[in-house]
């Protein structure tokens, strides 16, 4: 440990579920630095974030600050120690004036119980000021851009004297220029003796503003040092690592002729000018980092979206698709991601879930037939391995990967021509994962045009014909599967490098 | 010696636990009917007349009306949505029907166009909630008020009667000793049972109102679905409608209808459908219906105060839904 340093994890382990996530994970931050700590989906970021924020509790290691060894037992006590983790999504209430955002839930009362206005009104000022940043404190935070949101939060940190701020992928939301406004406020934080963690895929925005860094591969702590002293590459293998890259999953069937083209299509604020092609038997895979447009760009060709232009053709015919139901009359189908949200409907029983979009495979004069459903959904029991013990209770009784394979099922008995995988395997276990590519290989080979969106580009890999990298609304690089390499396309996906997509 | 009777003891414990569970299955899926057999029997011990057989016929004949009202409540709410608009909609069509009846002296043209006008001002509802994407709260608001100020334009703020005999037969004609109205509730719960359970229509209405996102990536025809619902809502007020007015052969713009939205809310709540939608089940709210007229006649026979039914009411309808919250 040197002599600056802030705050120290040793040795921490964690494991979900008998399933390790950290082991033997070091990480520390100096007095005033800006920290960046890297890592893949999954590394294990979070979580180690999480147990500093006192979420968590580690199963082995220790926390020190200021070199004395400390416990967080409870999100209270990280914050009493000077902690301050800033989310993804913002926490601000955008129907609340500046400084009742900053002072929520610790509102200055007089003896009375009444609020204290202009003494908040001038605190809050005070932290502005050194933030260097002149808003009005009565102003209403909707009229704000979101980078000034992400100030109120930063500054609601240091009302309340943090020594120590996580900011996990601030800049995700954020225009070019915010993020310059934000990298300047960071700067200045740092010369106040403020440290501050920096979370982010974002490799080149991390070299412009960041100090030291810490990657974390696989739960475990692979690679720190200082920036300067480093090149983006050098860092982005440690991040990927060189053993990751298992064997692909080999297809030797030919593919047909062309049964999608897509082309110029554009929405303004999520993608612009796409053009692409997917040949039936392909699987096309489609990556990015967070904000690169891709599920809006496929939940619009799906019809969930409906404000685009731009043309698409479906076996050669031009459709316009304005409804999900168009689309799949049009032979397009989506397995959409965030199960919960948008795939599953909890409330009714597998077999109903199984159902839902071909419920005219299961009429007869207008009564459904819950025989032929059942049957029906023997039929994918089998074929997908649904492990479930009584179909007729409710979808959320099952396990992830279970859920997933119901909704798998689903489209696999509408049968379209074209089907749409966003992000499949979330959240579901590496058994269920690898079956799920499986029947994405199958589905290829009965000469099904299959697009895959993922933001694991390992998964991608083992599977894609073609690889498309989206970075802000754009396709930034294409590649042939077998050429393809993560490192290659990382670049493109973080935006390191930028090149006219090569046609052919 | 020791090990058998741990033995034993272990399995009365799991007979024990398999029988609370076996209860509580029971509970979840059958509390409306378990409550509606202990406020029975309760009943036909409180009041002797309770039991009788013209009395019976009579709650059933009573809660008809709000019965098949609560019906098509059942299928707005198992969408996500509410109706407040029916007891308005209910006066208004009653109103045109006796002027359409008086007009033409047909009562076949009647009741084609109370069935008409209830089914479009349903569409017009299900036409806001759907395409005009207001809450259905606000929208059916807004049309309760519009309602019942036309109906009361329309009849100059007083009733207006029949002229045409045979029309208050529709109400007033038994069958052995079961009343039309009766009659006409039974089929309709049986109708509308078979439309939510056993057709494509009826899964639809639950799955848009358990998740209306993913029932729309389903590739459901979510708004044509919801216009529906509140169409078919808006029929089902018509037929109660010409039940009321064939009741006395008259109905009053001002009065008919008063209320009945919340009467209909609270059958379908106590039969255990969710406020948000997506859950619950047509016998349930049949039940609930009956309990709320069993309330009703026992508060009558014994004589409680008009005035303090509504308390009663109000507090079964809370008891109702906090047993329902502990599941």
Redesign the interface.
């Known amino acids: 440990m040197s002599t600056n340093s802030f705050m120290a994890m040793e040795g921490i382990d964690k494991s979900f579920h008998h399933v390790p996530v950290l082991q033997d994970v070091f990480f520390e931050v100096n007095y005033g630095e800006i920290h960046a700590l890297l890592g893949e989906n999954g590394a294990g970021k979070s979580t180690l974030m999480n147990i500093l924020g006192g979420i968590h509790q580690p199963d082995k290691g220790s926390i020190h600050i200021n070199g004395s060894e400390v416990e967080m037992t409870d999100p209270r006590v990280s914050q009493d120690y000077g902690i301050s983790f800033i989310h993804q999504e913002l926490n601000v209430v955008s129907d609340l004036r500046v400084y009742e955002n900053m002072f929520l839930g610790a509102e200055l009362r007089n003896k009375w119980g009444f609020v204290k206005v202009e003494q908040m009104c001038q605190q809050t000022k005070d932290v502005l000021a050194r933030l260097g940043v002149d808003i009005d404190p009565k102003e209403y935070v909707r009229n704000l851009d979101t980078s000034y949101k992400q100030l109120i939060e930063i500054s609601k940190a240091l009302l309340r004297n943090a020594t120590l701020i996580i900011m996990d992928e601030p800049t995700t939301a954020l225009a070019d220029h915010e993020v310059g406004r934000l990298f300047e406020l960071m700067k200045n934080l740092k010369k106040s003796g403020v440290s501050i963690i920096y979370i982010s895929h974002k490799l080149k925005e991390i070299q412009e503003v960041c100090d030291r860094y810490t990657v974390l591969r696989d739960g475990k702590m692979v690679g720190s040092g200082h920036m300067q002293e480093q090149k983006l590459d050098t860092i982005t293998n440690l991040m990927i690592g060189k053993s990751v890259s298992e064997e692909r999953f080999l297809q030797h069937h030919t593919l047909g002729p062309t049964t999608l083209e897509v082309s110029h299509l554009t929405s303004p604020g999520f993608f612009t000018d796409i053009d692409f092609t997917v040949r039936k038997g392909e699987i096309a895979g489609f990556t990015g980092l967070a904000g690169d447009g891709r599920t809006e760009l496929f939940e619009s060709l799906f019809g969930f979206r409906k404000k685009y232009t731009g043309e698409i053709k479906i076996g050669g015919k031009t459709v316009r698709i304005d409804h999900p139901k168009k689309a799949l009359k049009a032979g397009l189908g989506l397995v959409p991601k965030d199960r919960k949200e948008n795939a599953i409907i909890k409330d009714l029983n597998v077999i109903h879930n199984m159902s839902l979009s071909s419920m005219g495979h299961f009429e007869k004069t207008g009564f459904v037939r819950e025989k032929a459903e059942k049957q029906r959904f023997e039929f994918y029991k089998d074929k997908l391995n649904i492990k479930v013990q009584n179909p007729r209770l409710t979808i959320d009784k099952l396990s992830g990967g279970n859920q997933q394979k119901v909704v798998i099922a689903k489209w696999l008995e509408v049968d379209t021509d074209i089907i749409i995988f966003d992000n499949p395997t979330q959240g579901i276990d590496v058994g269920a994962k690898r079956e799920i590519y499986q029947d994405i290989i199958e589905l290829a080979e009965q000469g099904k045009g299959v697009i895959v969106l993922s933001s694991e580009v390992p998964e991608l890999l083992k599977v894609c014909h073609t690889l498309y990298v989206m970075y802000q609304g754009e396709i930034a690089a294409t590649f042939k599967g077998e050429e393809a390499t993560e490192d290659e396309m990382m670049r493109y996906a973080t935006g390191t490098k930028k090149e006219a997509v090569t046609v052919g | 010696m020791a090990n058998p009777e741990k033995k034993q003891e272990a399995y009365q414990q799991t007979m024990r636990s398999k029988a609370t569970g076996r209860f509580s299955w029971l509970w979840s899926e059958y509390s409306v009917i378990i409550a509606f057999l202990i406020i029975f029997i309760a009943a036909s011990f409180m009041s002797p007349r309770f039991l009788d057989l013209t009395n019976q016929m009579n709650i059933l004949m009573q809660v008809s009306i709000i019965g098949i009202v609560s019906l098509g409540m059942t299928v707005i709410m198992l969408s996500g949505g509410i109706d407040l608009s029916v007891g308005s909609v209910l006066a208004l069509v009653g109103v045109i029907t006796v002027m359409a009846l008086n007009a033409s002296g047909s009562i076949f043209a009647a009741i084609i166009t109370a069935c008409l006008v209830g089914s479009f001002t349903g569409f017009l509802n299900g036409l806001m909630v759907a395409k005009g994407k207001i809450a259905s709260f606000i929208a059916t608001l807004g049309m309760m008020a519009a309602a019942r100020s036309i109906a009361l334009y329309t009849a100059d703020g007083g009733s207006i009667s029949g002229e045409v005999s045979g029309f208050s037969a529709i109400s007033n004609s038994d069958l052995w000793i079961i009343d039309y109205p009766i009659i006409i509730f039974l089929i309709v719960t049986a109708l509308v049972y ?1 439309l939510m359970h ?3 229509f009826g ?2 209405v ?2 848009i ?3 209306e ?9 979510v708004d044509r679905v919801k216009m529906a619902v509140y169409s078919l809502g808006g029929l089902l007020v018509s037929v109660a409608a010409i039940i009321e007015t064939s009741r006395l052969n008259s109905i009053s713009s001002s009065s008919s209808g008063m209320q009945y939205e919340l009467d209909a809310i609270a059958a379908v709540i106590i039969g255990g459908t969710r406020m948000t939608g ?2 619950g089940k047509v016998i349930g709210t049949f039940f609930g219906v009956l309990i709320l007229g069993i309330l009703n006649n026992m508060m009558n026979l014994m004589n409680v105060s008009p005035h303090l039914q509504g308390f009663v009411k109000g507090l079964i309808i809370i008891i109702a839904v906090v047993f329902q919250k502990r599941e």
């Open positions: 078979i056993h057709t494509r899964r639809y639950y799955a109102g358990s998740n996102k993913a029932a729309l990536l389903s590739a459901i025809r997506g859950r």
